[in-house]
């Protein structure tokens, strides 16, 4: 059994992230289109999974709710908030998706994807640092009045 994961400290972590908290019923929630609200925002609502463990669900809503699914997903996962979103539960509408705290494995996974997918940015970076710092003493020589034979 994972922690439980509470509604106040994801409504903190979306709420630092620049989203507005729309603080809706969970009748609210449950009832009509994302997309008739005015504002673009998230609810919340807990929710007890399989296991036990008491999750938080998610949901987005909205004009356009969609980009503000995707903001809760972005940055529920940042590694400095260790959540875990998932959105292919069926007890989720559309429009919803379910936290819970990642577990290491979880953590270690991404931090390696993440150091993957950075390696070949940080070649390249690599590349062009040396390039220029060779051009930089060839130009240091030829200001000199040394130049290369080829």
């Not at 005015?38 to 036990?52: E, I, M, S, Y």
């Not at 494995?105 to 390039?131: G, V, W």
Request: aromatic fraction near 4%; hydrophobic fraction near 35%.
């Amino acid at each position: 059994m994972s922690r439980t994961t509470r509604s106040h400290t994801i409504a903190t972590h979306l709420t630092n992230g620049g989203l507005a908290h729309l603080r809706l019923t969970e009748a609210e929630q449950r009832d009509g289109h994302p997309g008739r609200h005015d504002t673009d925002g998230f609810a919340l609502r807990q929710h007890t999974d399989g296991t036990g463990t008491t999750v938080v669900i998610a949901g987005a809503y909205g004009p356009d709710w969609f980009t503000t699914m995707r903001e809760i997903i972005h940055r529920l996962e940042q590694p400095h908030i260790k959540c875990t979103v998932l959105s292919d539960e069926p007890v989720l509408a559309d429009n919803e998706v379910l936290v819970r705290w990642a577990t290491s494995a979880e953590l270690q996974q991404r931090k390696h994807a993440q150091t993957r997918a950075q390696a070949s940015f940080l070649a390249l970076l690599r590349r062009n640092h040396a390039a220029a710092k060779a051009d930089a003493e060839r130009q240091a020589l030829e200001d000199a009045g040394q130049t290369s034979l080829w």
